[in-house]
């Protein structure tokens, strides 16, 4: 790359520098087509163009782009806490409608044209949510009831509208959408997983695809569950709560140490895998002398009150997180949602919850979705009365469902660490963010104290004095072989090692390859 004159390799206009740049690097790499590293290259750069991060920015940089640095289709979010007020350009709007098109057909949904709506939609914060209506040539038809396994009921065959969930930059939320890979979760959910689940969830239309490649997703066409008698962010009475615990329970049943999650085949990752650690437990450690300074000291005019011993579990909480990681990451563990709660949900028609903003999927124990259901949806009240009824309940169902040797203590135990990790993360996120910088500025007042009111009552953080004599066996890790013992593990170690040795050859001989082309681009 350093044998390319910088000069003139970037055009300043916001598509073509970034194809340009990606043609420049095909002809310098020409000589690596054939291999792996190549396709990983290509996907590496074209991933960081798409989010105008630090890896893009520094292409930028070097070859002269200078801070003309080309960004996403976006709505321009001029008054943050009013997302109505939210617009895209004609030019992004056109942009956006063609690759919209284009996901459908590859869908194999006969579309001849797309209308955006670019008036902002519930479905989070961090994307761009909008509706996208669709027009065909011939007439709409119905599909008969689907039956069978995940049926949908009647699923339109060419829907009139679909809604689109699109990553964006201009989010004051995307740096960390990014390092929690909240787009890519989601994404992968829609495209591999939707289809699999037992629960309601929007139907997978098609996916966005970036411009310049059309390899990498950056959005989603999923079906419109706006219809008559359906409500976003229910209210839900007693009944209601326990539908909807019953449901996700069902789905939890499903995919209850299920081989394709240990293995780690359905691309679903574990709590104590590399994505979250150690990368959660730093942000919390970063988090946390921001979290005192602002909360420690009430502020009756803002609301900011919690008791002292808020505090000394918030402080064992962020020293032991590591080890609540891997706690929820052991056997038994399922697929979780990971931010069920009443404005991520509608009620269907024929009070069948459904599911969407499947942005924190995760390998864990399936009463992290209950429990967080319960903070985010419920007063600090309300969660105490509530909270034994759902527990009890949720155990009933799984029985109900076939989960075996997973008793009430057991899920007692979890309970207390589900308490110490998401709701526990989300309080020192948002309790460390400014008024300014939130939609809804009063969120953190809500939570905080509801997240640390859930684990002072469970004693949630008296389980982190017993951790440090806790030791692991290799059976315990997520990944490894039942029945794996040291010894087997050290004879896969050295044959792991051989095989990185072999690899390391190649990239000697890839490495010299490279030489020679460069030799002859500036010769």
């Known amino acids: 790359l350093t044998s390319i004159p910088r000069a003139g390799l970037f055009q300043t206009s916001k598509i073509s520098c970034r194809t340009d740049f990606l043609r420049r690097l095909h002809t310098v790499t020409l000589a690596w087509e054939a291999s792996s590293f190549y396709k990983l290259v290509i996907r590496y750069l074209s991933y960081g163009i798409y989010i105008g991060n630090t890896r893009y920015r520094f292409f930028c940089e070097y070859f002269g782009a200078g801070s003309n640095v080309p960004t996403m289709s976006a709505m321009e979010r001029t008054d943050l806490q009013h997302p109505e007020t939210w617009t895209m350009d004609q030019e992004d709007k056109n942009d956006v409608a063609g690759r919209c098109l284009a996901g459908l057909r590859a869908q194999g949904i006969p579309a001849t044209r797309v209308l955006l709506d670019p008036t902002k939609l519930k479905g989070g914060y961090i994307c761009d949510t909008m509706r996208v ?8 038809k119905m599909s008969p009831k689907a039956t069978g396994k995940g049926a949908r009921g009647w ?45 309601r969830v929007p139907r997978y239309l098609g996916s966005v695809k970036d411009t310049e490649t059309g390899l990498t997703t950056e959005g989603v066409l999923l079906e419109d569950l706006e219809v008559p008698g359906a409500v976003l962010c229910p209210q839900l009475d007693d009944a209601g709560v326990m539908l909807t615990i019953q449901h996700v329970a069902k789905h939890h049943a499903t995919f209850w140490n299920a ?14 895998g590399p994505w979250y650690q150690p990368g959660w437990g730093d942000d919390i450690a970063a988090y946390w002398p921001r979290f005192v300074r602002k909360w420690e000291k009430p502020d009756a005019r803002r609301k900011l009150e919690l008791p002292p011993e808020a505090f000394v579990a918030g402080e064992a ?13 052991k056997k038994p563990h399922t697929f979780n949602h990971g931010d069920v709660k009443p404005p991520n949900m509608f009620m269907m028609p024929n009070s069948v919850p459904a599911f969407i903003d499947w942005q924190y999927t995760a390998v864990g124990k399936g009463c992290q979705d209950i429990l967080f259901f319960l903070i985010e949806g419920y007063t600090i009240e309300e969660c105490r009365r509530l909270e034994p009824l759902a527990m009890k309940h949720y155990h009933a169902a799984l029985v109900t469902y076939g989960v075996k040797d997973y008793s009430f203590e057991d899920l007692r135990r979890d309970w207390k660490l589900a308490a110490m990790h998401f709701p526990f993360y989300v309080a020192m996120w948002f309790g460390t963010t400014p008024d300014e910088s939130l939609v809804d500025p009063d969120f953190p007042r809500r939570y905080v104290p509801r997240a640390f009111d859930c684990i002072l009552r469970n004693n949630a953080h008296e389980l ?26 050290a004879a896969d170690l050295h044959e792991a090692r051989a095989r990185i040795k072999r690899l390391t050859i190649e990239r000697d001989r890839l490495k010299n390859t490279l030489e020679s082309v ?4 500036a010769g």
């Open 155 to 199: 699923v339109s065959e060419r829907p009139a509208t679909a809604i689109l969930k699109i990553a964006s930059p201009a989010s004051a939320d995307h740096d960390v959408a990014m390092r929690l890979r909240l787009y890519e979760r989601e994404w992968h959910f829609y495209e591999q997983l939707s289809h699999r689940v037992t629960i």
């Open 317 to 329: 909480i962020m020293n032991g997180f590591a080890w609540v990681q891997d706690e929820l990451s």
């Open 518 to 521: 460069k030799a002859a681009v």
């Open 464 to 489: 982190l004095a017993a951790a440090s004599t806790m030791s692991r066996s290799p059976s315990d890790v997520v990944g490894v072989p039942p029945g794996a013992t040291l010894e087997s593990l």
């Open 133 to 140: 209506k669709i027009f065909y040539d011939t007439v709409r």
């Open 259 to 272: 081989p394709e999650l240990a293995s780690g085949a359905l691309g679903v990752k574990p709590h104590n």
